[in-house]
């Protein structure tokens, strides 16, 4: 396969794909009408128990959506078909306003895939958070990225945290933090306990980060069995850049069909090297 040089690949070429629109705002901060138990102050372990089961009902997503990305300069939406597991998989398809596939991505936890049908050209790389923001714009790994794509809270992993609950404005607050710097969730519920807005605070370069992500969740409905977040919007606080993801038609826990996560680029693709 040919070879070349190309700056800027994978998310600007996201963004020349699709045409340029306003970000929704800032979902509300949880007002003090909303309700909640008495019992879920005294016992947070069963509340963060709760949560975390919830979280793991899904283990595969199919369906559609659409993708609107942000960036310090740009801002874009993308029409794209999806598809996700437990194992650390995901796969995008980015499509044009006739329904014509113009960007695959694909990410596992052996690394990633772009390709772009127009170009016939094709980039990979490592599994490695700072590339994958190179394509979303939100630095995570590929486990990571299909947990929050299926709605798990939870999606960076955490062992054995130290947990504590509160009442933030009339909300309940779950706090979870991993011992020796592992992660920390501030994770904000609504009056159903379902998470509405969290922060996720990550190790950064052995000291802490203020603030890391962000996340909200919205437009909860049943698939199923499952009460799922048909909205999931990430922001990374620092930086000014934003994923939301607005589910249109979604599977949960059906089969995917064998080879989805996998693509060979066809003879004469053209391997963008960054």
Known sequence: MKRTRRRGVLLPAMMAICCLLVIAGCPRRPGSSIRFDE??????EALYLEILGHG?????????????????????????????????????EVLDWLNHVVLLVLFDQ???????????QYADGPDDPARIQEIIGIPLT?????????????????????ISVSVDQGALLLDAEQPSLGPRYQVWLDERRRPERMFVIR????RRAVGDLRVDYGRYRRVGSVVFPHRIRVAATASQRVLQVDYERVLLNEALEEGLFEFEPPAGAVRSIQ
Do not use: H
């Not at 019992?39 to 947070?44: G, N, S, V």
């Not at 960036?71 to 794209?80: N, P, V």
């Not at 590929?142 to 062992?159: K, M, N, Y």
């Open 110 to 120: 052996n690394g990633f895939l772009t390709y772009s049908v127009p170009d016939n």
């Open 203 to 206: 190790p950064y370069q052995g």
């Open 56 to 92: 793991e009902q899904v283990r595969t997503l199919q369906g559609t959506a659409r993708l609107r990305l942000q960036t310090k300069k740009e801002k874009a939406s993308l029409d794209a078909v999806i598809a996700c597991d437990r194992d650390g998989r995901l796969r995008f």
């Open 142 to 162: 590929a486990e990571e990225l299909a947990a929050l794509a299926l709605g798990d809270p939870f999606f960076l992993s955490i062992t054995d945290p130290i």
């Open 39 to 44: 019992a879920d102050l005294r016992d947070p």
